[in-house]
């Protein structure tokens, strides 16, 4: 058994997925090729982003995380159809993961989700990613539903994904689901479809993963049922390495007397054939919460977990968003009668499995105001984000905690879990600056960033910049750091734009496919600008064969491809 190479020259150990990550421990998890990178790294797939150090050997320039907005329009779609009110005790209409995708086949935003609390899965179209509609479909006929409630069960967690490699047309969306079912206790009245009976004294009899597929996101394949797992598991589809992999939340070790929620990890070469894997050869610990995960200020005796995961391809690297669980539990909640608080942060992966978290500051965080939608229980979606030309669009859910027919401490007539803490949830979205997840800044006196040995094969370098009150020179250093004739700095076009996709030029008849395929340095000079991110191409347009996490306008097959 060989070693695979990845496509940005890391080199997997024979043993994947690994076993190092240690359970019961509190020190942030080791990122292996961070501290040992490849002696020369490959840069032709995708946008080259600054949110580690992976690709930087020396800089005096500053590295800053950018945040996003969130759209004044937010939330984006609430609860109005009588599947959603959830007669009126835990309304939602909002992903639980689910997904949001771009289709391109029927140039639609596409949104599956939760249409109220622990009910069935529905889906909301859009032109423009803004103002959505429900479409009438025949699954259940008269809404728009593409699984209907099943009598004496619970939806909890699932997660859509739109399959762009698949070359069965039958198998283009993937879908997992979570599932509880119950049975009536002698005497007990029928069991409604959507509730949650088993706390109110019923008896729960099963619970189980679902994995399905769908040639439209509509209707379903019957679901082969997974590996037991833990509610709010998901999935993800890595194409670096053409492997789907399952985000499993099961309890985990932290110290000899405390379990907290956390993540395992399982991959598998096929989505169907995957959702069955043995635990103990084919499933490892994954990620966990460490020392730098605080609590919530207003409830610093809350033992922080790590509450969900999601993952998705973002141009060269793999993006994930970490659910930060910061309290209270859920009986202090049933008790107080407030939502759980939950921000989302941001990490890292360019192998696929290790994150870097380098800014544990929230990405999206529960705003704890009494009344505001989002005050608490914020939850991602599916696929992530969007590229929406030059900005990312991130769709998410936000629980306001209020309930047209529960007070604070009420149990709705349909179970415990028909509490206000899961009340009030809508879809919120927030939007950033394409690549804008860290960005390099240089004030009035300048600065250089020298990125370690890279190879590349495309002709044009591309970078996405803000140095419209300065500006931005490239030079190619060769591998004793001396400027290659031809494509130094002095012979640099400034760059003095604000854009997301600006070509960077030379004076000189010297051309960047003289060092195409040797290892060379790009040296960056920057001054009262921020620079994003790079890239070499061999198209005009500057396509960078990147992945597009959940797509959007003008992406092919889930790619930042040539276009006609």
Avoid at 501 to 511: C, G, I
Wanted: charged share 25%; proline share 8%.
């Amino acid at each position: 058994m060989t070693n695979e190479t990845l496509y940005n020259g890391i080199v997997l150990p024979q043993t994947w997925p690994p076993r190092s990550v240690v359970e019961g421990s509190r020190e942030p998890i080791p990122v292996p090729y961070l501290d040992r990178p490849p002696q020369v790294i490959p840069i032709d797939l995708g946008r080259q982003l600054f949110v580690d150090d992976f690709l930087i050997d020396e800089t005096s320039l500053s590295r800053v995380f950018g945040k996003p907005e969130v759209h004044a329009q937010s939330p984006v779609l609430k609860p109005e159809t009588k599947e959603e009110m959830d007669a009126g005790f835990c309304p939602m209409a909002a992903p639980f993961n689910d997904g949001a995708w771009y289709d391109p086949r029927d140039r639609l935003f596409k949104l599956w989700y939760m249409p109220g609390w622990f009910h069935s899965t529905a889906l909301a179209t859009s032109a423009d990613g803004i103002h959505w509609e429900r479409p009438q479909l025949d699954v259940a006929p008269g809404t728009n539903l593409v699984w209907p409630n099943r009598v004496g069960s619970d939806r909890d967690g699932c997660l859509v994904w739109l399959d762009s490699d698949t070359p069965d047309p039958a198998q283009r969306f993937k879908m997992f689901q979570f599932y509880r079912h119950y049975k009536e206790k002698p005497g007990q009245a029928p069991l409604r479809s959507g509730t949650r009976q088993a706390e109110a004294g019923g008896e729960e009899v099963v619970s189980e993963g679902w994995a399905q597929v769908s040639p439209d996101g509509i209707h379903w394949s019957e679901p082969a049922i997974t590996t037991p797992l833990g509610d709010n598991s998901s999935f993800f589809y890595n194409p670096f390495r053409r492997k789907w992999c399952m985000s499993i939340r099961r309890a985990a070790r932290i110290d000899e007397k405390l379990r907290l929620r956390a993540r395992f990890y399982s991959e598998s070469d096929d989505f169907l054939r995957g959702a069955q894997w043995e635990m103990a050869s084919d499933e490892v610990f994954w990620q966990r919460v460490d020392r730098d995960d605080l609590p919530d200020p207003a409830r610093p005796d809350h033992k922080v977990a790590l509450y969900d995961v999601n993952v998705t391809p973002y141009e060269s690297l793999t993006l994930g968003m970490f659910a930060i669980f910061r309290g209270p539990e859920n009986d202090i909640c049933a008790a107080e009668g407030v939502p759980k608080t939950i921000d989302l942060e941001l990490a890292y992966s360019r192998d696929g499995f290790h994150f870097s978290r380098p800014d544990r500051t929230p990405f999206l965080a529960s705003s704890r105001r009494i009344g505001d939608w989002n005050r608490a229980y914020l939850h991602a979606c599916g696929g992530l984000c969007l590229v929406v030309h030059d900005r990312i669009f991130f769709y998410f859910a936000g629980f306001s905690g209020l309930s047209p027919r529960l007070g604070p401490t009420d149990a709705g007539t349909t179970g415990l879990s028909r509490r206000v803490m899961y009340a009030g949830a809508s879809t919120g979205l927030a939007t950033l600056r394409r690549d804008g997840f860290a960005y390099m800044e240089a004030g009035a006196a300048g600065g250089t960033l020298t990125t370690r040995p890279v190879r590349f094969s495309g002709d044009r370098l591309f970078v996405n910049v803000n140095a419209a009150q300065g500006e931005l020179r490239v030079s190619v250093l060769d591998t004793n750091g001396d400027e290659i004739e031809g494509l130094s700095a002095a012979e640099c076009a400034a760059v003095s734009e604000d854009s997301t996709r600006a070509e960077v030029t030379w004076s000189s008849n010297a051309d960047l496919p003289a060092v195409a395929g040797r290892p060379c340095r790009l040296r960056f000079h920057l001054q009262s600008g921020q620079l994003f991110s790079f890239w070499l191409s061999d198209d005009p347009g500057g396509a960078s064969y990147g992945y597009m996490a959940a797509g959007g306008p003008g992406v092919t097959d889930g790619r930042d491809l040539p276009r006609p």
